[in-house]
């Protein structure tokens, strides 16, 4: 099942990165080029400016303050994918390949604006609350293991959350516990389809072109249909994942957002 989702991203991928416009972007910059290091920009003003382009071309994915929202909280000043002021930059201008955190291409110097802004959000954040041991007994008694994967162990039907302690923030993971239709991971668009004799399969859609539709059912096979043998085709609006409002208390819904947040593996 893996290896079939996999091969889709990674086609998916090669479209997006390995057409020579990203290969020109890449080099575009000339700080980029030249090795550059240190941020040039990092008065008062240049801080004012990174925060304002920051809201214009950041904050949908990392909020209006940094503390994240599909994106990582930025505020944390650790950072997966290298803290210094190079990474950070580079990481605006590149991209980081098989995330979600796209490349954005601005000026040299509107791009060190806004690495001086991130650097001016550290500690802003604070601690997650809720206690992590608590919160891994929540994922147990709420049985979360059965469509994820953790460590080695789980279910396929949603994201692995091995690493979603970096790649997301608190407050993310705390609306995808209780509010999972609101933004829904396009790589887990759910539809059901319906064959010409009657039934219906729900399912994880995988694949599909012109003649043909796959997808992961309720029990993680894979299920391919013709499209000329269906009635029908729905594309849910709806996550596969249901909504724990009300079903998991405040206080365990907290500990088990400071558990996911702790996730941080490889
Ligand atoms: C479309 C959503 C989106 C936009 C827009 C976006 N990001 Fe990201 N960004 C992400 C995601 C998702 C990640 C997590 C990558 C991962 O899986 O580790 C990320 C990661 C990062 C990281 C690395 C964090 C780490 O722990 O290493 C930095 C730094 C960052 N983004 C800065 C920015 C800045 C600055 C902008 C605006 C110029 C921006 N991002 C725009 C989605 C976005
Ligand atoms: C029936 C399968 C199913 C169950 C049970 C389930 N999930 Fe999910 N989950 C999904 C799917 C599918 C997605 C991706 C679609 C989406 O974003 O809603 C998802 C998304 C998520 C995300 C967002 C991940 C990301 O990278 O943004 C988190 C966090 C999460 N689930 C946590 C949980 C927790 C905690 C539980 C138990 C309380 C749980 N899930 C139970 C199927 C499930």
């Known amino acids: ?125 604070g601690p997650v609350d809720g206690d992590p041991v608590a919160g891994r007994q929540v994922y147990d008694r709420a049985a979360c293991v059965r469509c994820h994967w953790i460590d080695g162990e789980g279910g396929r039907l949603g994201p692995d959350l091995t690493s979603v302690g970096w790649r997301r923030s608190a407050r993310h993971l705390r609306a995808s516990i209780l509010d999972p239709d609101d933004d829904i991971d396009a790589d887990y668009r759910q539809v059901t389809v319906r064959p010409r004799g009657g039934g219906a399969t729900r399912g994880i859609l995988l694949n599909e072109d012109a003649f043909s539709i796959q997808l992961l059912d309720s029990l993680e096979r894979l299920r391919s249909f013709p499209k000329t043998d269906l009635d029908g085709i729905e594309r849910g609006t709806a996550s596969l994942m249901p909504s724990f409002e009300g079903r998991i208390n405040a206080a365990d819904v907290t500990n088990l957002v400071a558990y996911l947040a702790s996730l941080k593996g490889e």
């Open 1 to 125: 099942m893996t290896r079939v989702r996999t091969a889709a991203v990674g086609c998916v991928l090669t479209l997006a990165l390995g057409s020579p416009l990203a290969a020109q972007r890449r080099v575009a910059s000339l700080d980029a080029q030249q090795g550059r290091t240190e941020n040039p920009y990092t008065s008062a003003e240049d801080v004012a400016a990174g925060q304002t382009a920051f809201r214009s071309r950041c904050a949908s994915c990392h909020g209006f303050d940094g503390m994240g929202n599909r994106g990582p909280d930025l505020t944390r000043d650790v950072f997966r994918h290298g803290s210094s002021d190079r990474a950070l930059f580079l990481n605006i201008l590149n991209g980081i390949a098989g995330t979600g955190m796209p490349s954005v291409r601005l000026s040299d110097k509107e791009m060190w604006q806004i690495v001086a802004y991130v650097r001016s959000l550290r500690r802003q954040g």
